[in-house]
């Protein structure tokens, strides 16, 4: 039982949230589910790549103690894959808003919300 | 019904990828090399106490640009789509039912929630916090002053002088820091002070609270162009 | 010991939530249920040991986002009145 730790749970529970996510996205009709789907994508992606990051027992990289200024390196978890979310969450937010106006935009063009309407350009 | 099966199959094949390399995933032991480098001299070298921040602005600063660059263009383009006319003070076509007790505390608490956002972005160096969720708390509490009060007036030339001036600052001393002989945004253009105090840590501060005025004006007037929108046509 | 049986409670109310998301008829309950999944890969973030991600998380991806969808909602469903 010693063997599986935090840092593995939350990976599957990543890999869980991606795989639904790109059910989601695949398999639904109703555009405003479409775009939920995606953030479920995005959010499933960002907890895999912080999970990658932890060491057990380990803390936080924040130096406000003088017991973690001394001999920080071993006693800190991997600062670089926390500061690539923070950026991704942030683009998440703004692709997830300009997907929303399109969709509006086609709304009111078309009076439907089905996909299966938007043939147009189909052969 | 041909099509239902494809796709399970598909994420079936998708499953059986990830769960060979979630079985071969072996726990790291100890940092690698440029995390090492991070921990080792990122007290010497930036003085920041937060060290997700120092590498947020000075180890990956040009990846912060580029960040702060595609947010400004999605604001853009949402206020692109959305065409609003502003002919002078309209007013809104019928006022909705104003709740007199959440009236009364909106206009309590917006002050308090703004204060709280400055402060997160401030003290970015030293506790966990930073421009971008600085940003986020002031945008939440414009949204609880559009939803709340009866008749919001929003400014919109404040927002975007605000949000112009700060990307322009943000560029300007990026440049400076080549113009002194350094390299483009580095932050030790300023001195360093004392480790722990507010003002420590070069240009880290001041880049931080450019970079959270920007995002908070952004995703502020991206919600004010979705309301405006309601009651138009 | 116990940090594991937390995540792993944790885990399957967040998986849940998401199959909720996904199969529901109603767009209402399915925005609501993304905002919750957002809220507890919050509280994940802070067992991993990362505030800074924690703390974005929580103000962009539970707060702006369910805002941004209820605003777009409204004005499609005051498209569908003008058009009756």
Do not use: C
Not at chain 2, 221 to 231: A, C, F, H, S, T
Not at chain 3, 28 to 41: C, K
């Amino acid at each position: 039982m010693q063997n599986i730790g935090i840092e593995q749970i939350s990976l599957g529970i990543g890999f869980i949230l991606l795989l639904l996510g790109l059910w989601g996205i695949i398999s639904q009709k109703n555009i405003l589910k479409i775009i939920i789907s995606f953030t479920i994508f995005e959010t499933g992606l960002n907890v895999i790549i912080v999970a990658i990051g932890y060491i057990r027992n380990k803390t936080a990289p924040i130096l406000d103690s003088d017991e973690l200024q001394t001999n920080t390196v071993d006693k800190i978890v991997d600062p670089l894959p926390q500061a690539l979310v923070l950026t991704s969450i942030v683009i998440g937010l703004g692709v997830t808003s300009i997907l929303l106006v399109y969709a509006l935009k086609l709304y009111k063009q078309k009076k439907t919300l089905d996909i299966n309407d938007y043939k147009d350009t189909k052969w | 019904m041909l099509r239902n099966s494809l796709l399970f199959i598909l994420i079936l094949g998708l499953a059986a990828i990830m769960f060979s390399v979630f079985m071969d995933y072996t726990p790291k032991e100890k940092l690698g090399p440029v995390a090492e480098h991070y921990a080792k001299h990122g007290k010497d070298e930036v003085g920041a106490a937060n060290l997700v921040t120092a590498v947020v602005v000075t180890y990956r600063g040009l990846d912060t640009l580029g960040e702060v660059s595609i947010l400004f263009l999605s604001a853009a383009i949402i206020g692109f789509f959305l065409k609003v006319r502003h002919n002078g003070n309209e007013e809104d076509p019928k006022i909705k039912r104003y709740s007199e007790i959440l009236g009364t505390g909106a206009k309590l608490l917006v002050p308090i929630i703004v204060l709280l956002g400055v402060y997160v972005f401030i003290n970015g160096h030293l506790t966990p916090g930073g421009g971008f969720q600085g940003g986020a708390i002031i945008a939440s509490a414009f949204v609880l002053m559009l939803i709340a009060l009866p008749r919001p007036k929003i400014n919109h030339k404040v927002l975007s002088i605000v949000e112009s001036m700060s990307g322009l600052s943000y560029v300007i001393i990026g440049l400076l820091g080549v113009l002194l002989g350094l390299g483009f945004l580095d932050n030790q253009i300023l001195s360093l002070g004392t480790f722990g105090t507010i003002l420590s840590a070069g240009t880290v501060p001041i880049i931080y609270i450019l970079v959270g005025l920007k995002v908070g004006t952004e995703l502020t007037g991206i919600i004010v162009n979705l309301k405006e929108i309601q009651n138009e046509e | 010991m116990i940090w594991i049986l937390i995540s792993v409670v944790l885990g399957v109310v967040m998986i849940a939530m998401a199959v909720i998301a996904i199969h529901n008829k109603k767009v209402t309950l399915s925005i609501l249920s993304a905002g919750g999944v957002s809220l507890i890969a919050s509280i994940l973030y802070l067992l991993l040991a990362a505030p800074d991600v924690a703390l974005t998380e929580a103000a962009i991806g539970s707060g702006l986002t369910t805002f941004i969808f209820f605003y777009a909602l409204n004005k499609i469903k005051k498209y569908k009145h003008v058009e009756e």
